[in-house]
């Protein structure tokens, strides 16, 4: 291991620079008499990025907005380039986002900077993971705080340093953490592709209103005549509700799983969670595999579908069904409520003009389509399937999520030398 000395930053290798942040970046923003009013926005033309497409260090590409050619053509040093770093300066202060690919021509809104080396002494990519370091969050939190309402100037990184190892070892730290966050990105990917497919086949299968000789009516639409409607409380062996019961929270315990945490069948940013204590969980109903999670409002009908971890505790906005087995599989539960049909059906039984929840004896009285035998024993292997490559793929997403964030800070303050 090379000798480490003590730097403003910390411990560094004796072989590395620290260099002012100003010496090394092209850095822009949208000028000031630039900015562009609400009425600008148009529905078809150059894309625009704002602050709230910036989310898990990427670009939303699908919710840009929209401006003429003319207010594009206006700003050439912020029209984007493949590999630039963005950064809001603005609101949530040090988002950043990595434009690996470029799909069109875009530019940026005043609340978010521009930024790439111009200098060969630093890698871009390296520089995108100094960003997301300890390092530069430190520094952020300290241009900012006590301020009434923080705002990051383009001076702001004039002075902030970096630490800087020679190119070839930033090129090897920047290889090895974009080779986990791909991985990441992979895995994700796949997830998404099999949660569609498992909705794709469940609504080619279970139709209503396909009128045959041997079609009955029901009070959802026509079914076959082998099929049933029944209640969803007749499905279930036991309800689980901690609405209402507003939990003490800790410092360390058992996360405690709200409607925020619950989106497009995933529980999104954990680290936010609030904790109850052992003893509150021990002394609740505990979460077991194949629960079904749906929130109760805010929004309503979000679902998780339980594999892996069960230590969790269901607390506020949320329901946890869990299914009879008897009567049928759980991930066929959790595609009939996931299915335009389902959503609907519990759509109607909520209640509330601005934000819409279904109370528990409403959420009881949904109706759940049960098809014949032979069609459950046919498609169950395939959802068992599906959901059991998911899970094990969120597996591998939580262990290179850890490598990486243990990595990062180890790499980057050279305790750990790639050579």
Known sequence: MSERIETELGLLPKDWNLVPLGDLLYIKGRIGWKGLKKSEYIQEGYAIINGEQIKNDEVNWATVGRIPKERYDESPEIMLQ?????????????????????????????????????????????????????????????????????HLYQRDFKEMLIPLPKPKEQETIADTLFSISRKIKNLESTNETLYNLANIIFEENIKLDNESDNSIS???????????????????????????????????????????????GEIIRQHQMNYVSHELWEASEKLQEKDIIMTSEAPLGELYFVLGNTNYYPAQRVY??????????????????????????????????????????ELKLVEVLIPDEKTIER?????????????????????????????????????????
């Open 82 to 150: 493949q590999d630039d770093i963005l950064m809001t300066k603005d609101g949530t202060i040090g988002k950043i986002a990595y434009v690996d690919k470029l799909p069109e021509p875009a530019t940026v809104a005043s609340g978010v900077f521009v930024i790439r080396q111009n200098s060969e002494k630093l890698n871009q990519r390296y520089l995108y993971n100094y960003f997301r370091s300890h390092f530069f969050k430190h520094l952020i939190k300290s241009r900012t705080e006590g301020s009434v309402i923080p």
């Open 379 to 419: 498609l169950t292997p395939i959802f068992q399937d599906i959901f059991k490559k998911r899970q094990i793929n969120f597996d591998e997403i939580k262990t290179l999520k850890h490598l990486r964030k243990t990595l990062l800070p180890r790499l980057l303050s050279g305790e750990i030398r790639l050579d």
């Open 218 to 264: 029901t009070e959802i639409g026509l079914i076959p005549s082998n099929w049933q409607v029944v209640k969803l409380i007749d499905c279930l062996t036991i309800l689980i509700d901690n609405r209402g019961k507003t939990p003490v929270y800790v410092e360390e315990g058992i996360p405690a799983l709200s409607a925020k945490f619950v989106k497009g």
């Open 320 to 361: 946890t069904l869990r299914t009879d087995k008897a009567i049928l599989p759980p991930e066929y539960l959790y595609l009939w409520l996931n299915s335009r049909y389902g959503k609907y059906l519990v759509s109607r039984r909520g209640s509330g003009s601005t934000v819409q929840g279904i109370k528990q004896s």
